[in-house]
């Protein structure tokens, strides 16, 4: 599966750094790119693993807010 979600919080490159690692951390995630200025991630998962719910979580839980 392949999504895009607004994480309006990230403002520098150490908010990028924290989503990233905050995706990056879930079983399942593939790929995740990060468009600072348009303030954007796009995941790319395999949803046997993980769902978006749980990615938007793992995002929130580190302080971001996701909408």
């Given at each position: 599966?392949?999504?895009?979600?607004k994480?309006?919080?990230?403002?520098?490159?150490?908010?990028?750094?924290?989503?990233?690692?905050?995706?990056?951390?879930?079983?399942g995630?593939?790929?995740?790119?990060?468009?600072?200025a348009?303030?954007?991630v796009?995941?790319?998962?395999?949803?046997?693993?993980?769902?978006?719910?749980?990615?938007?979580?793992?995002?929130?839980?580190?302080?971001?807010?996701?909408?």
């Amino acid at each position: 599966m392949k999504t895009t979600l607004k994480v309006c919080d990230m403002v520098t490159s150490k908010d990028v750094t924290r989503v990233k690692n905050a995706i990056s951390a879930n079983e399942g995630v593939i790929a995740c790119g990060i468009h600072k200025a348009k303030k954007e991630v796009e995941i790319v998962y395999d949803n046997y693993f993980i769902n978006i719910e749980d990615i938007i979580e793992s995002i929130e839980n580190s302080g971001y807010t996701v909408i």
